[in-house]
């Protein structure tokens, strides 16, 4: 339901989609002002080798890095996917499309509260807040 509200895509059916509720009647600021990247890790398969459950990892996360893509190319471009989603790596891909698009900071280091890791590289997430969601910079 966050993502519907905060989408960019769904603001031409926010008040369908909200209008009778408290949140459609008194909306934030921010509503249907960023771009989603949703992740769904249920598919991930935690068994098998080390290297099946690595690329059962890459496969979910490329696939949800291509949506976003996909989904918002009108806003960031056509971008050809492959220059993005590099096979087998997939802090290189994350960071590929959040640090290229939009400038995100990197964070190096052993703490990871609050942050995706992948080898090494660290993605600063805020859960309690919307920073998770990113802003599109031309729209």
Known sequence: MLAVYYDVKTK?????????????KTPTKSRNSHLILLFDFSSITP??????????????????????LLKYQDILGDVLLEEYIIPNCVGESLSNV???KFGASLYYGTNHDNRISFNGKAILLSLASMSTMLRPTHV
């Open 12 to 24: 031409d059916s926010f008040e369908e989609l909200f209008g009778g509720l408290h949140i459609g």
């Open 98 to 100: 959040l640090v290229s």
């Open 47 to 68: 068994i098998g080798s080390l290297d099946q459950i690595k690329q059962s990892i890459f496969s979910n996360v490329s696939r949800s890095l291509r949506r976003f």
